[in-house]
């Protein structure tokens, strides 16, 4: 960490100097954590104390110079310039490269590690990798738009000496990676495969809720993330998970299913039947909406409309155990008790040939 006080150092007394300097005021530690723990990522410590340097600026040629003093236009120099983002600008820029994903690898479950920093003079960036083990600087690589994540070669063993190089050649360093030396993609920590079944409902929140911060749009993450939270037990979260899956899909009738279970479960008998009946609209030959509508009929004792509807799912397959259940508490309801002791003896049969 001695070299980067001494580079920055450097940097000061060429701000001083006659080089046309444009850079920002510090950052605070604070809003440099706060950042690393809203994306739950890492940057390097060497970085963070340019950051409190300054919050990002560039070093311009002569005649990018003479433009800013003309139109006193700083953001169209950037574009034309080598420049450090300030903290802000690489928020915008992270949330960016994260949706877009530059066609790279399969980076579900885990934050998005690629983290950009600079802006090169032909508008591509410069990156670093967010390292998990608390002590490696990581190395400066390029990510240009056009190329893979394969492809995203090392520019710099770390920040401190593309920082050295940026200086040495007044804002005009070399910007192209060596994949020979080093790429990007070899230093993300991937999450290691589970067995189907073991991801707990902890886990699945996890994983959803970070889809969701790259695809705000994606229906079935929220209605993952709603089951999960329903399994959980924390129906509220649960129900605004499913309110705007359905928000976002209007069609599937799993959606509706799902959200008249939770409504099912929390006692709102009539809400629970709308949805029911809404999935069984949609899909009016699915056994298991059929009779949880039923059941949803019966709870509301309208028995002879529940009755309907296992008495279809029972005509197109006599061994639905369900069905089965739900009809003898049906027909004692009615009284009609021989039916039901009918019933309760298949039910019997059934689970014996399990």
């Not at 104390?49 to 433009?67: D, Q, R, S």
């Not at 409504?263 to 899909?283: N, Q, S």
Request: hydrophobic share 40%; with cysteine.
């Amino acid at each position: 960490m001695k070299d980067i006080h001494k580079t920055l150092t450097r940097l000061d007394l060429i701000i001083k100097s006659e080089a046309f300097c444009h850079f920002n005021n510090p950052v605070t530690r604070k809003k440099i954590e706060a950042f690393e723990e809203k994306n739950g990522i890492r940057l390097p410590d060497s970085y963070k104390l340019f950051l409190e340097y300054t919050n990002g600026g560039m070093i311009v040629n002569e005649k990018i110079e003479e433009i800013i003093k003309k139109d006193n236009d700083l953001e169209t120099a950037k574009w034309n310039a080598h420049y450090f983002l300030s903290l802000e600008e690489m928020e915008e820029k992270y949330r960016d490269m994260e949706s877009w994903n530059f066609g790279g690898a399969d980076l579900s479950g885990i934050s998005y590690p690629f983290i950009p920093f600079f802006t090169t003079d032909v508008n591509e960036h410069l990156l670093f990798v967010s390292l998990k083990d608390g002590k490696s600087e990581s190395p400066v690589f390029d990510a240009f738009h056009e190329e893979m994540v394969s492809s995203w070669g090392l520019v710099a063993e770390n920040f401190n000496e593309f920082l050295i190089n940026y200086l040495d050649t007044l804002g005009q360093p070399a910007v192209l990676g060596d994949v020979a030396k080093g790429m990007a993609i070899d230093l993300i920590e991937f999450p290691k495969a589970k067995e189907p079944g073991k991801e707990s409902l902890e886990e699945i929140i996890a994983r959803t809720t970070q889809t969701l911060h790259t695809a705000p749009d994606d229906d079935w993450a929220y209605m993952e993330r709603g089951m999960a939270y329903m399994r959980l037990g924390e129906a509220e979260a649960a129900l605004k998970d499913f309110n705007v899956s359905i928000g976002l899909n209007r069609r599937d009738p799993f959606y509706y299913f799902k959200r008249g279970e939770l409504y099912h479960t929390a006692g709102k008998k009539r809400a629970a039947l709308i949805d029911f009946d809404t999935a069984v609209k949609l899909k009016p030959d699915d056994a298991l909406y059929l009779s949880l509508r039923a059941e949803a009929l019966y709870n509301m004792e309208k028995y002879r409309e529940a009755l309907k509807d296992v008495n279809l799912v029972i005509k197109r397959d006599d061994t639905d155990l369900l069905a089965y259940m739900i009809r003898e508490d049906i027909y004692r309801a009615l009284g009609k008790t021989e039916k039901a002791d009918k019933d309760a003896q298949k039910i019997k049969e059934l689970e014996e040939n399990e």
